[in-house]
């Protein structure tokens, strides 16, 4: 019904516009599915494109809030956990694990936070990107392991395009203060861009606990972060791009009085340097190399009292002291050969490298080094059969270290039924390799004082899987230049049967632990369904349990129905199934808490979301823009739930030029309609308001 809608208005828009020249731009060319250069009607996959106007009018002061701009996201609201991102659902892990987000090409990806994003270390500053392109679909072909939903391509400005000063600033209600400082220009034959940037607030205002009922938590951030980057040529056919960044980030945790959850500081960053050389050899044929390193660093030092049942014996209190904390390094390196076989078709090739070392005592007292390799080969082949079928075939194979040897293939078939509208079938195949944390985990909880007792917190059992995903999806891509509007649509069906979760396991003999009763280790299986007896105790461990199908549709539309009026709407409706395979592994006595398990999956993800965007310049050369998203009930976690929501965001504002000097002045407004929940229903971000000034000079 709101496609009918949709089409409507833009009909309507048709009649309304006459016969105005009217002039609507093509539709961008994207290089995130195949690594091929293509028109977004010939990629194999459906990309949602986020331009630098777009960015602008969002007034986002987070990267994240910018995905609430594509349909199948979901995004809470920010605080010291940082946002936690989902495409689809499966969102029950502490970082974001199943879509690949690249900067400039390299990979996000840590694996000191489980092999997920951490979205408050992001290295880049919004001024300089030149846009977004999401892959919303598997591309493992192109990307590799992790790459199983989809893939987030940032993509930055040349430095050639950001000569001369930028100051920027924010300041509003919850202690919201940032500022930007960007410098750009020539040294020698190299283009150069700095920034450094520092953020901060004070996340939620507004948090529940039984003893406590609402109060303002203790979740404030701030957040430093230093970019540069050289674009040096070396003759007419060769470059070198060099970056180099560091961000950092402290956060605040805890709860007044609890000395469970006391007050403390969580202090995090991640260095990189990166070196790209590229060099065209023909026209159509190029070649890349590109060498990366990130050190990515994190610390939380506090004392948590833990109390529990041991079998036998009294209540037992300790303190524990949690070292939270850890470090690890990345090296990858990456070729990649793009060239035209024949003259109808073009093939892109290549292979990469990587190392992964990891140190950390909480996460792994069992062996605080862990180390991991992969290997891997990739192509992908554009064929134009003839003007109006185009194919895509790809492949990748990956040997990791830890999960054994993959192949992930992609074919794609596109069909213009018009020059301008365009069918596509895909078939695809994806993994996700598991974190060094799930494969080879161990955390425990004990006193300082002595060896016992002991709490056994997580405990790898070995032999796990990488998840695979296969995915059939359909789109059509349609542009109606004389409406100045397209319409992207994409239909899927994608299936993950061996999905990680992290469940209770029993613990061996050689690792038996003092919690849990005898009562509740020796209980009879026969009464909760075939549930695992957990003699010498239990512990959290990563399983191949789930079977996950996820059905549904979603659909953009963009429109400018006159020069000065931009519109982009978003719509999504998700049904997801998931039930569990031998659940007798699971040590659990209840069954209510073994159905939580996908329970949570299958409402991970609302039934149905949307998003609105207005882009209006007003008279007097001031530009307005209004963002509206509404979502479905939906359980980021097991034990909690958000509410059906709708949020609106606001932007007012207007440029001055002084001279040479360029000024900008804006108003935004986030949550101005009401408060939002973040991923627990108890946890409540308030409605935010900032000022901001920019100079570009």
Do not use: C
Request: proline share 4%.
């Amino acid at each position: 019904m709101s496609l009918a809608v949709a089409l409507s208005l833009v009909t309507a828009a048709a009649l309304a516009a006459g016969d105005e020249d009217i002039y609507f731009s093509e539709l961008p060319i994207v290089a995130s599915v195949s690594r091929l250069p293509q028109r977004l009607a010939d990629a194999p996959g459906a990309v949602t494109v986020i331009d630098r106007a777009l960015i602008k009018a969002s007034g986002a002061r987070h990267f994240v809030d910018l995905l609430r701009l594509v349909p199948g996201f979901q995004v809470t609201p920010h605080n010291q956990e940082g946002g936690i991102v989902a495409y689809h659902g499966l969102s029950n892990e502490e970082y974001t694990p199943r879509v690949q987000v690249l900067l400039d090409g390299r990979s996000l990806y840590s694996p000191l936070f489980k092999s997920g994003v951490n979205w408050n270390l992001i290295p880049v500053a919004l001024e300089n990107i030149e846009r977004i392109e999401v892959m919303r679909g598997a591309n493992g072909v192109s990307y590799g392991s992790n790459a199983l939903l989809g893939v987030i391509n940032i993509i930055t400005q040349d430095a050639s395009q950001t000569h001369g000063w930028m100051v920027a600033g924010n300041h509003g209600n919850n202690s919201v203060h940032d500022q930007t400082v960007r410098w750009g220009g020539r040294l020698g034959g190299a283009d150069l861009r700095m920034t450094a940037r520092r953020t901060g607030d004070g996340g939620f205002q507004k948090m529940f606990d039984g003893s406590l009922g609402w109060f303002d938590p203790h979740d404030s951030r701030h957040a430093d972060l230093f970019d540069l980057r050289a674009d040096v040529p070396l003759g007419n056919r060769d470059e070198l791009r060099i970056g180099l960044s560091h961000a950092e980030d402290v956060s605040q945790y805890g709860r007044p009085a609890n000395l469970g959850d006391p007050l403390r500081d969580l202090s995090q960053h991640s260095t990189s340097l990166s070196l790209e050389w590229s060099r065209v050899l023909a026209p159509g044929e190029e070649l890349k190399l590109r060498y990366s390193h990130v050190d990515d660093w994190f610390s939380s030092v506090y004392n948590e009292r833990v109390s529990f049942s041991p079998p036998i014996g009294q209540n037992l209190v300790f303190i524990s002291r949690n070292r939270l904390g850890g470090r690890s390094t990345v090296d990858d390196f990456e070729f990649q050969h793009l060239f035209s076989p024949w003259r109808k078709a073009r093939l892109v090739w290549g292979g990469a490298l990587k190392y992964v070392t990891l140190e950390s005592e909480n996460q792994f007292f069992l062996a605080p080094r862990q180390e991991r390799s992969t290997q891997r080969v990739f192509g992908n082949l554009e064929w134009n059969i003839d003007s109006a079928w185009l194919m895509n075939l790809g492949v990748s194979v990956e040997n990791d270290s830890v999960a054994g040897a993959f192949a992930d293939p992609r074919a794609s078939i596109s069909y213009r039924l018009l020059p301008d509208h365009t069918l596509r079938m895909i078939a695809s195949r994806a993994h996700r390799t598991p974190s060094l944390y799930e494969a080879n985990g161990s955390q425990r909880k004990f006193s300082d004082s002595a060896a016992s007792p002991v709490d056994m917190t997580y405990l790898a059992q070995g032999g796990l899987n990488a998840e695979r995903i296969d995915t059939l999806e359909a789109g059509y891509l349609g542009e109606w230049k004389n409406l100045r509007a397209s319409l992207d649509l994409r239909v899927f069906r994608e299936r993950i049967p061996n999905r990680i979760q992290i469940v209770p396991g029993a613990l061996p003999a050689s690792m038996a632990d003092d919690r849990d009763t005898d009562k509740d280790r020796l209980f009879d299986p026969g009464l909760t369904l075939g549930g695992t007896p957990f003699p010498y105790g239990r512990a959290d461990a990563a399983m191949n349990l789930e079977n996950v199908v996820v059905r549904g549709y979603e659909y953009q539309l963009r429109w400018q129905p006159f020069e000065s009026t931009r519109v982009l709407y978003n719509h999504a409706l998700i049904q997801t199934e998931a039930t569990l395979g031998d659940v007798s592994r699971i040590a659990e006595k209840y069954l209510e808490n073994i159905d939580k398990v996908s329970a949570q999956t299958r409402h991970s993800a609302p039934h149905k979301s949307q998003s609105a965007m207005l882009m209006q310049q007003l008279p007097y050369e001031f530009d307005l823009s209004v963002m509206y998203y509404k979502s479905g009930r939906m359980q980021w976690l097991r034990n909690s739930y958000t509410n059906p929501y709708e949020r609106i965001d606001w932007r007012l504002a207007r440029a001055f030029k002084l001279g040479a000097t360029r000024l900008e002045l804006a108003y935004t407004a986030q949550m101005a309609n009401h408060d939002m929940e973040g991923r627990r229903n108890s946890r409540v971000a308030k409605e935010l308001h900032w000022l901001s000034l920019r100079l570009d000079f």
